[in-house]
């Protein structure tokens, strides 16, 4: 044998010796059985066991069903409040409908209690190319596609600047329209919300702005039919999202009316398995039923978690108090890397809608959101038995104006009491300490002499608040305005 022979069958030989053992080492043999999180796995020869093939399939799509909840929120929040607004209120697809107090925005998810709310949930399939036509005036809001992603924002922040305008919403599949005088959007979505506040102080003004809104096919414009704006008028309705199975009804449901967006293939195959998919009915078997009740409840209690005790980096407005941003995400739902899963859930549990005016970075345009959700002090939660005071100092940092709104933790809308008080704000005629600072209490019964400041709760719930400025200055954006965290008092 050559020399140079004898060092190549070496050098093999020796890499042969070094990866077996190596490999060996880094790979070691499966044991029979292990004890884990989710119980007993037993291997048989290498392969599960028949019971744990059956059991790790149960926990397979269970986890999936839990991660698909949350995955599914912003999609059935729009779509429980569009069937809502349809089946109690008899909205149509070119219907308005008007909130415009407390027990009209009973249904609604974190509502403001200071402006009116004028919502619609047209379907393009229905419709065509719809137009949007926004008076001039004071107003905010937008329209979204139903993934609850901005298409545009309308009014003071939308490209309208409150001038008013009229915008073209072309469905996903349509022909592009160029059409002069309108302002053009597609939608991604089939299914539309389109929705805006009236800002305007002066009820009246308010009321005669709201009555110019029009909602129309583009194939109508030259003789477009009446806007209907019918409300509530103490008709029960939810936009909530529903428990147990109803849930994945309606899930199953808006999926079947809906485009798949690339990003949610995963989540579509991760369904499959558990009786939805598109193009077929949704008729789960025993066993996959029974995963998706508890998992509606587990992955409710995980969305909950991500809300109410947030982790998210930077979630806090100052360190010297307990207020913390509420809207921790874009309005497109996507980072750099990454579709942004938790923060969106974060926000889409306890509220609804975003728009870009709700995130401005421009002062003196759109609205800011602030939230707490526990006493600084111990980390209790806010109890409805006991009392509390919010000091606000002067000279908040809002051009039109702020409020303080409490929610009930279960519903996440108003608290429900007899007086009908959810919030109070700086548009009402409240009691200054002599600094000009304002002492809003929340409790179940009022303080004396301090009534009109005071926003009652109800024992043994539990309770959260959202501090809202309208047009936020400067002082917000580079937080020099402390907002002190609430105190319980005695």
Do not use: H
């Amino acid at each position: 044998m050559k020399t140079q022979d004898v060092v190549t069958t070496a050098l093999i030989t020796s890499f042969i010796v070094f990866t077996t053992t190596a490999w060996g080492q880094a790979t070691p043999t499966l044991q029979e059985s292990r004890d884990t999180r989710i119980g007993k796995i037993e291997l048989e020869k290498g392969f599960p066991s028949k019971d744990s093939v059956t059991k790790l399939y149960d926990e397979l799509d269970f986890q999936r069903a839990c991660q698909a909840y949350i995955w599914a929120l912003p999609i059935v929040g729009f779509a429980e409040w569009q069937a809502s607004a349809a089946e109690r209120l008899g909205a149509r697809s070119l219907d308005y409908v008007l909130y415009n107090n407390f027990r009209d925005k009973l249904g609604v998810m974190t509502p403001n209690g200071s402006t009116p709310y004028i919502i619609s949930f047209p379907n393009l399939a229905e419709t065509g190319p719809l137009v949007v036509e926004v008076p001039a005036g004071p107003s905010g809001g937008g329209v979204l596609d139903f993934w609850q992603r901005p298409i545009t924002d309308t009014g003071f922040a939308g490209p309208d600047k409150g001038e008013g305008a009229k915008y073209l919403i072309l469905p996903p599949d349509s022909p592009d329209i160029q059409a002069e005088g309108y302002r053009v959007f597609r939608s991604p979505t089939v299914n539309i919300f389109v929705g805006t506040r009236a800002l305007d102080p002066d009820p009246a003004k308010a009321a005669a702005w709201i009555k110019q809104l029009r909602l129309y096919p583009y194939a109508k414009r030259d003789n477009p039919p009446a806007t209907r704006i019918p409300s509530p008028e103490g008709r029960e309705w939810s936009q909530v999202p529903p428990r147990g199975i109803a849930y994945w009804e309606r899930l199953a449901d808006i999926i079947n009316r809906e485009p798949v967006i690339e990003r949610d293939r995963f989540f579509m195959a991760m369904l499959a398995p558990l009786g939805i998919e598109k193009g077929k009915p949704f008729k789960p078997d025993a066993r996959q039923r029974k995963l998706l009740e508890e998992a509606t409840f587990v992955g409710e209690s995980m969305a909950m978690a991500i809300s109410f005790d947030k982790r998210i980096e930077g979630s806090r407005y100052r360190p010297d108090s307990n207020w913390q941003y509420v809207i921790m995400f874009d309005p497109s739902q996507e980072a750099e890397f990454y579709s942004q899963f938790d923060e969106r859930t974060d926000y889409f549990y306890e509220a609804v809608t975003t728009t870009m005016g709700m995130v401005s970075r421009t002062p003196g345009v759109g609205q800011a959101y602030l939230g707490s959700y526990e006493l600084a002090a111990d980390g209790s939660r806010f109890d409805g038995a006991k009392n509390y005071r919010l000091r606000v100092p002067p000279n908040a940092p809002a051009k039109q104006f702020w409020s303080v709104t409490l929610y009930d933790v279960d519903t996440r809308s108003f608290i429900v009491t007899k007086d009908s008080i959810p919030d109070r704000s700086s548009r009402m005629d409240l009691r200054k300490n002599a600094d000009g600072s304002v002492d809003i209490y929340m409790g179940p019964t009022a303080p004396k002499g301090f009534e009109s400041n005071w926003i009652p709760t109800v024992p043994g719930r539990g309770w959260f608040t959202l501090f809202r400025l309208y047009a936020p200055t400067e002082a917000y954006f580079d937080k020099s305005w402390p907002l002190p965290s609430i105190e319980l008092v005695r």
